[in-house]
Each structure stands twice: as structure tokens, then as C-alpha cells.
């Protein structure tokens, strides 16, 4: 019996216990699926989306076999390796084995290490490694968003699993043409190094990656999109100012709040309610000891204009008046040892399991009843990773299997609960806050925040290369913290100049929010339901002082003006799946240049976007990109492409271009 084999479109190999399938999924692209499973699983994880039918050219030899789709080519020897070729013959991966199976082949060697690991784990499945040999010129992008400040990821290690703060999309793009996709929910590590590139599993029973290759970045963007679903479109609410702070504590503060808005007549789209308006986490709804009347307070709201936003957590407290049921109908995440905890923030809680439908359907039924029926139609699922108060991913099981082999897939789940509740109300356009995300979760109207960051220039660097990065890994919804939010007194000269730098830079993310916990904390007011967690300082535009709310005050009307050329940047990414802030090189792959600028952006395709990431700065050097001239947006000087300059700016100015000839207006 040959180890090749074609079944249909698939290219089949079989050695030992290895099966291995190639075949073509969506254009110019392939599937890898390998097990040594009596058979292979059948799950589509983040590739869910129904694909175009493409005839691939396999031809099977004596010494290898090839499977051909459009740009992308594999082969495979009779002793196992891969390599993956594009459309000239040009080596986008080359699998790295070392053994002494062919004594004629360029990897025979002593070390014998399989580039495909199956390292059983006793009495259970498997612990998998993937190698492929390392261009050491490369560039990758994307993967999600990590509190490190490279935006090319060659050289870094990154954990595959969530923390708050930490969200692993693992979508690769590389400046060799081609987009990678590790189709595995479980924890794990990925290395980028310069000899060899590893990818990693603590618990599976696959090995399964998706490839496709392409001439630009928006190709390979575009494909991915494709395979692994494409956000909503954004509701109008999504493109102007989100006011929010941890937290209002009543219905009338957060109501004065709105009302001074439209009293000083600032745009303002969306106010927040965050965490513990509920009388115990678990029960998602509101305390009527503090929200006495939330029907009139979103009828006000609505009259004003502003859409209300409210926090889900997916914690449930063993005092919850749901526990119980949830419980016993296997609604709740559960341990493999010590007590089911798995947060013990304001009491002990477990997280209710996303990835069992039946619990999905529960929660849904209960924020329905007690939210949305009363006219809220966007929310904050905080919490998203789940986060736990110890991160053992050993010590979690889900419905769909334990933690470390499927937990990855967790906030998809959390953002599909209320995504799929929302549609079948009849809502198209449907954007919910997430603080974390994985593959696929843009399909689920994911708007993905950078989590609980430190107040300070060291941290706003850090979520320039997280949003960029996002956008890369197929999340077109990114916003931060304004400010960031562990931290910042609205008193001090230093968090101010911190929170007026962020507040440009927020001007020109995807969505426009300012949030955070600001210092002092305020003193607890009342004594029941979620009044232990207290309020911090104001939070609103004009609490940092004179200086910086006239600088807020401008920003907020520029982002009002970029209202309709928002609104194209949202279809653009609705249909194409396209970054909304895009790196310099997603805009313009020619130039060389573009690829090593880590500190601009573009917002959509006519902006340019230097943010000032320094304190004290007040001036920056800016790279303009080949292939147009720029128009300084405060100057109006008209410059080439293709050089670095030197720009002005001083505390109320971001640097800020758009290309000569666009009609996008900005002041």
C-alpha cells in the first residue's frame, strides 16, 4: 500500500500511526490536518466559514507527492517532510526534521527530532510540536495583542493562551507571502526564533494549521477573512466618543454625567455602566437599590441620544440566586481538583461555561430579560479570557474538554452568547466590548480592549503595537483605556499630559473610549450589593483641567468630522475584512521603508497617524510613506514620500497627515 493517496480534492499521507491531509480551503490556500487518532477529529474551530470550491492539482511519484491550489503549492517526501512553495517556486515554510531516514537528503542528521511531535501524554492524548526552519529576514505580524512593544514579532515567544490583558489570535502574517493560521484552541507557545520557528500544544489530538499565500498583505488579510467569518457592520453609535470609568456607582451620577455632555454640547455616542450595578455577580441585572428605575434612565438616554452600554461578567457567586440551577444543569466551568473557585474578587465565583450551547442560551435568556428587552443593545462581556485569580489552565474543564486542549476558544464563545441572542431579536448591526478574543471572534461583532494596562507612556507604546497587531490577526475592532487604568490622578501634571497624548491617539483606534481607574478612590456609598467596590476619581473630560479639556474638546469634534469617512473604514472591514488602523506596510507592501516603521499608522487609507509615545516630547520624527505626498493636517504643507521629517508637536497636536488630494475632513 502506497503512504500516498488521493481522496477527492485531498491529498492523503499515511505512515506508522500518522494520518495527514492536505487539501485546498478558500482560494490560493490549504489545509494541513495530521492525527495519530484512530480517526481524524472533525472540528472546524475558527475556519467556520463556508468556502469556495477549488479543484487542487495533485500528482503523486515514487519519492513524493504535491497538492497545488492557485498560488500555493505543498509537497511532501516519502519520509514525511513538508515544504510549502507560492506561485514562483519561492519557500514560504520548509517543516524542520532531523533524522537519518534519507541519507541523502540536506537535513540528515544525528539529533532526530520529527518537525511533526505527537509526544504522547500517559493514558491520555497527546503534546504536539510543529518546527519549520526560520528565515532569519522575516517579519511576522499579528497573533493578537501581548503587553510587549515590538510590532514585528520575529525573535519574540508568545504564550498561546489568555490572560487579562493577553488575547492569542494565532493568525500570522509574513513579509514572505503568506498568512498562518494555528487551528488549535488549546494552550500552548509559539517561537519565532532565527533558527527554527516552533508552534506548540500542552494537550491535543491534531495537528492543524491553515495556510494561504498571497502578493500583499490585504490578500492574505482578505483570504484569512474569508476562512474565519468577517465583522458586522458597525452600528452608528460605534464611530463617535464612549464616556466610561470604574464606575458609577447610581443611576442619577451616571445620568448627571450624560446630561452635563449635552449641556457643554461634546459628542458623545455611548455612557457606560461598568461592573457591580448587579446585586451579586451571576444574576445580570440591575440593583434596584441603586438603579431604582433603569427603564426611565434609558428612555432619557435615548431621548438624549446616547446609547447605554452595560458590564456582563461571566462570574457566578456561590451566593448567586442562579448558582444552584446553574449547577446542577452543567452550566458552570468546572475543576479537576481543590475547590471549584475560579475568582475570588468580591466574593467566590466560577465562570459560567461558554462553550456548552445550553449555558450560552441561559445567560442570554437572562441578560434578554433584564437588559436588552429594556432597550440596551451593546455590552461590555468583561472578563472575556476568563480570567482566573491563579492562571493553573491544568485545572479547568469545559464542557468541550479541558482547558489546556480547548480553552483558548472561550471568549468566541462568550462574544457568540450574546451575538447569537441579539441576532435572532432581529439585530444586524451588532458590536458588543470584549477584553479578550481568538480566532474567528470578529464574526461575533467583537469590539476587543487591551485590558486592564498601566497608566503610563511605557504601557500606551505597548497598545500602538497591540492594535496594529489585532488589525493584523483578522480583529478589525480595537479600542484601550484612554489614559490606560491601572492608575492616573487627574490631578497631576504628569497623568494629564499622559491622558491628553492617549486621548489623541484614541481619536484615531477604531472605537473612541475613554475609561480607567483613576486615584484617589472615592468612599463607598451604601453598604449592599456592590457597594464594597468602590468608585475612583472622576473620569470625564473636563476632570484634568482647563488645559486639557480644550485639547479634548478638539479632538472630539475631529473625530465627529471623520464621522462618514469612519463609517467607510467599518464597511471596508465589513466586507473585506480590513484593518481600520492599518501598519505603514498593509498601505504600501512596495515601500521597503514601511515594513520598519513600528510608531505610525494609518487610520483607513488617507490618514497617517504618529502618535507622540514619549513624555516631554514635543517634537517627533515622521516617516512618509512612498507612493503619494502628504498634506501636514495642522500646517497644510504639502511634502514628498519617501522621507523621514522632522514635525512639531506640541502638547495640543498630534502628528497628522493625510494624502494630497483626499477630501476626508479632519478640523
Request: net charge negative; glycine share 8%.
Amino acid at each position: 500500500m502506497s503512504i500516498f493517496s488521493m481522496e477527492g480534492n485531498r491529498l492523503v499521507f499515511r505512515y506508522d500511526a500518522e494520518k495527514l491531509w492536505i487539501e485546498p480551503w478558500g482560494v490560493n490556500s490549504l489545509r494541513i490536518r495530521s492525527t495519530k487518532m484512530a480517526e481524524m477529529p472533525v472540528e472546524n474551530w475558527a475556519l467556520s466559514e463556508p468556502v469556495k470550491e477549488c479543484k487542487a492539482d495533485i500528482v503523486i511519484t515514487d519519492k513524493q507527492a504535491s497538492i497545488t491550489n492557485g498560488k500555493i503549492k505543498a509537497t511532501i517526501s516519502n519520509y514525511g517532510r513538508m515544504t510549502l512553495y507560492n506561485q514562483k517556486d519561492e519557500v514560504l515554510l520548509d517543516e524542520y526534521i532531523r533524522n537519518r531516514l534519507d541519507l541523502k537528503a540536506d537535513y540528515c542528521s544525528a539529533l532526530e527530532i520529527e518537525a511533526r511531535e505527537f509526544r504522547p501524554i500517559l493514558g491520555g492524548d497527546y503534546e504536539l510540536s510543529l518546527r519549520f526552519v526560520s528565515n532569519p529576514n522575516e517579519r511576522i505580524y499579528g497573533m493578537g495583542q501581548y503587553q510587549q512593544p515590538y510590532l514585528n514579532l520575529k525573535g519574540v515567544d508568545l504564550e498561546l493562551a489568555h490572560r487579562n490583558s493577553q488575547a492569542s489570535v494565532p493568525f500570522a502574517v509574513s513579509s514572505l507571502g503568506y498568512g498562518f493560521l494555528w487551528n488549535n484552541p488549546a494552550v500552548g507557545r509559539v517561537t519565532f526564533g532565527k533558527n527554527i520557528t516552533t508552534w506548540h500544544a500542552v494537550s491535543t489530538k491534531i495537528l492543524d494549521y491553515w495556510i494561504t499565500a498571497g502578493d500583499t498583505p490585504a490578500e492574505i488579510e482578505e483570504a484569512y477573512a474569508d476562512v474565519t467569518g468577517k465583522v458586522p457592520m458597525m452600528p452608528e453609535y460605534g464611530l463617535g466618543f464612549w464616556q466610561c470609568k470604574l464606575r458609577y456607582q447610581t443611576q442619577e451620577e451616571l445620568l448627571s454625567v450624560a446630561r452635563e455632555y449635552k449641556k457643554r454640547n461634546l459628542p458623545i455616542d455611548v455612557i457606560v455602566i461598568d461592573y457591580f450595578h448587579w446585586p451579586t455577580q451571576g444574576e445580570w441585572k440591575f440593583d434596584l437599590t441603586y438603579w431604582p428605575d433603569p427603564d426611565a434612565m434609558i428612555a432619557e438616554l435615548k431621548e438624549m441620544g446616547i446609547e447605554l452600554m452595560v458590564s456582563i461578567w461571566p462570574t457566578v457567586d456561590y451566593r448567586s440566586e442562579n448558582f444552584q440551577e446553574m449547577k446542577e444543569n452543567g452550566y458552570l466551568i468546572r475543576t479537576d481538583r481543590g475547590f471549584r473557585i475560579g475568582m475570588d474578587y468580591q466574593g467566590n465565583t466560577i465562570h459560567y461555561d461558554a462553550t456548552n450551547p445550553d449555558a450560552r442560551k441561559y445567560v442570554w435568556d437572562k441578560a434578554k430579560k433584564n437588559y436588552y428587552d429594556k432597550g440596551i443593545k451593546v455590552f461590555w462581556l468583561d472578563e472575556a479570557e476568563p480570567e482566573y485569580s491563579v492562571y493553573d489552565f491544568d485545572n479547568y474543564r469545559y464542557h468541550l474538554g479541558p482547558n489546556v486542549q480547548i480553552g483558548n476558544i472561550y471568549p468566541a464563545m462568550y462574544a457568540k452568547t450574546f451575538f447569537d441572542g441579539m441576532k435572532q431579536e432581529g439585530q444586524e448591526d451588532i458590536v458588543n466590548l470584549l477584553r479578550c478574543a481568538w480566532a474567528g471572534s470578529q464574526k461575533y461583532g467583537a469590539l476587543v480592549w487591551s485590558g486592564d494596562i498601566h497608566s503610563s507612556f511605557f504601557s500606551m507604546r505597548n497598545q500602538v503595537a497591540a492594535g496594529l497587531n489585532m488589525g493584523m490577526a483578522g480583529i478589525p475592532w480595537f479600542t484601550t483605556d484612554i489614559g490606560g487604568f491601572h492608575g492616573g490622578n487627574p490631578d497631576d501634571p504628569e497623568f494629564r499630559e499622559l491622558l491628553v497624548r492617549w486621548f489623541e491617539y484614541g481619536t484615531f483606534c477604531p472605537v473612541m473610549r475613554l475609561h480607567g481607574e483613576r486615584q484617589p478612590m472615592k468612599p463607598q456609598y451604601g453598604t449592599t450589593g456592590g457597594a464594597t467596590c468602590l468608585s475612583g476619581a472622576d473620569n470625564e473630560v473636563w476632570s484634568f483641567g482647563e488645559e486639557a479639556y480644550e485639547i479634548c474638546k478638539t479632538y472630539l469634534q475631529i473625530r465627529e468630522n471623520m464621522r462618514s469617512y469612519t463609517r467607510t473604514l467599518m464597511e471596508e472591514a465589513h466586507k473585506k475584512g480590513t484593518p481600520v488602523m492599518k501598519t505603514l506596510f498593509y498601505q504600501f507592501p512596495e515601500d521597503e521603508k514601511a515594513w520598519e516603521v513600528e510608531d505610525e499608522f494609518c487610520f483607513g487609507s488617507d490618514i497617517l497617524v504618529a502618535p507622540v509615545l514619549y513624555e516631554n516630547m514635543r517634537s517627533r520624527d515622521v516617516y512618509l510613506p512612498v507612493g503619494t505626498r502628504w498634506v501636514n493636517v495642522w500646517t497644510e504643507e504639502v511634502l514628498d514620500g519617501g522621507q523621514t521629517i522632522s514635525v512639531e508637536a506640541p502638547i495640543s497636536k498630534i502628528p497628522l497627515f493625510k494624502r494630497e488630494g483626499s477630501k476626508v475632513k479632519i478640523l
